[in-house]
């Protein structure tokens, strides 16, 4: 029989609060996390907005000797980590290190520190370079720094597969579970590559929205007037469990994990498939892995970038796998409030979807004003909708045509 896995804690890091319930309750709200950045001066820069985690004060997650150790993105992993083990009442004890693991993604990892290292480099030499630059800006090292702080002995691992990342690491922490490599995993993702290469790069290729008189505005999935990304910071982490052990210690279950699906587009490095056959794929892959039938499935956090490209072909796709039950899901794109992670997107989402189960409420997909011709299903615009989830998708799809998925159920015992 196949073990059942399930969410006993989400901890979220974004622009619009630092913190699981305050992010949760802003996106509700439908409230923007995007403004014009302060991290760097942008004098000369295409894009000047962001989503910047706002007021974030590492010293809360960290101790103060540690923080010189780290960048930006693994800061945010310790605190979005320390938000869902609070949230799931885990405590590692020696018993149960063994058997819990740790598996964080990153698109860049420490884009600051290398920026910041460089620049050492180039001012002072090879002796200005600090001691604890790789460490500091090494994707993997977000799962270190958080094995060591819980304890945790079990599998240790880090996805970089671009956007789709943490949703990689969400799934492949679920399938450790089902196969008994573990029992508990602290999974997710973290980003923070608001730096002046990671705009300047991704503003380089066209990608960025430029609405930089109207930040708030700028990130408009499935919107007709959308023209671009917006880039976000944070992270989000979950803690997933055998149901046997969360039951036998009393944890809140919030959702259940029951599909995951992964593919490739094997078609170009950053557009997606013109036939949406990537993302077709890995719907219909994780709702196979699940035993789930399309009309069974009644809300999408969708991939929904703002991108014209994306918002299009990802309505295609879900046309294509739904058919005529297409019309009758609900979708949203949160990225419209968190801007997009990048690495960390699909953890953050992997973590609202299952809160969306857990409060039976959808998130709205905000600043859309003027629908798509080619983007013309229900995607929960301007406001939250309270309704009936039992099934919810979350998609990821990143540059290189790597797509994941996870289907969440709701809990019933």
Not at 166 to 173: I, K, L, Q, W, Y
Not at 191 to 197: G, K, Q, R, S, V
Not at 292 to 314: C, F, M, R, W
Not at 379 to 387: C, Q
Request: net charge neutral.
């Amino acid at each position: 029989m196949t073990r059942r896995v399930v969410v006993t804690g989400v901890g979220l890091v974004s622009a619009v609060g630092i913190g699981t319930e305050e992010t949760w309750q802003s996106l509700l709200a439908g409230r923007s996390g995007v403004a014009p950045i302060t991290h760097f001066d942008t004098t000369g820069f295409a894009a000047t907005i962001a989503a910047e985690v706002k007021g974030f004060d590492p010293f809360l997650y960290v101790e103060k000797k540690e923080v010189k150790k780290m960048g930006l993105f693994i800061q945010f992993a310790l605190a979005a980590s320390q938000f869902a083990m609070d949230q799931a009442q885990l405590k590692i004890t020696p018993d149960l290190a063994d058997h819990t693991g740790v598996y964080i993604g990153s698109g860049i990892g420490g884009f600051d520190v290398i920026e910041r290292e460089h620049t050492a480099l180039m001012q002072g030499g090879p002796r200005k370079i600090s001691p604890f630059f790789i460490p500091a800006a090494i994707v993997n090292l977000a799962a270190g720094f958080v094995s060591i702080r819980w304890g945790a002995k079990g599998p240790n691992s880090a996805t970089c597969t671009a956007c789709s990342s943490s949703t990689h690491a969400v799934g492949d922490s679920f399938k450790l579970i089902q196969r008994c490599a573990a029992d508990v995993m602290i999974c997710g993702g973290a980003e923070a590559a608001i730096t002046p290469m990671g705009v300047g790069g991704f503003a380089a290729m066209r990608a960025l929205s430029t609405r930089n008189h109207e930040p708030t505005k700028a990130s408009r999935p499935f919107d007709r007037d959308r023209d671009g990304f917006v880039i976000g910071e944070g992270a989000g982490i979950l803690i997933l469990e055998e149901l046997g052990l969360a039951l036998k210690r009393g944890a809140p279950i919030l959702a259940e994990v029951v599909g995951y699906g992964m593919s490739g587009d094997a078609f170009h490095i950053t557009a997606p498939a013109e036939d949406a056959g990537g993302a077709v794929r890995v719907m219909q892959s994780t709702l196979a892995d699940s035993s789930v039938s399309p009309e069974q499935v009644q809300y999408i956090n969708a991939h929904g970038t703002s991108t014209p490209y994306n918002d299009k072909l990802e309505t295609l796709a879900i046309k294509k796998v739904f058919g005529e039950h297409a019309s009758k899901l609900a979708i949203s794109s949160t990225k419209s409030m968190t801007g997009h992670l990048l690495g960390g997107a699909g953890g953050l989402e992997a973590g609202i979807t299952a809160l969306a189960l857990r409060d039976q409420v959808m998130p709205p997909t905000i600043n859309l004003e003027n629908p798509d011709p080619d983007c013309d299903l229900d995607y929960v615009p301007n406001r939250s909708r309270k309704a009936e989830v039992e099934y919810a998708l979350s998609n990821s799809f990143g540059f290189g045509g790597t797509n994941a998925a996870l289907l969440f159920k709701r809990y019933r015992s």
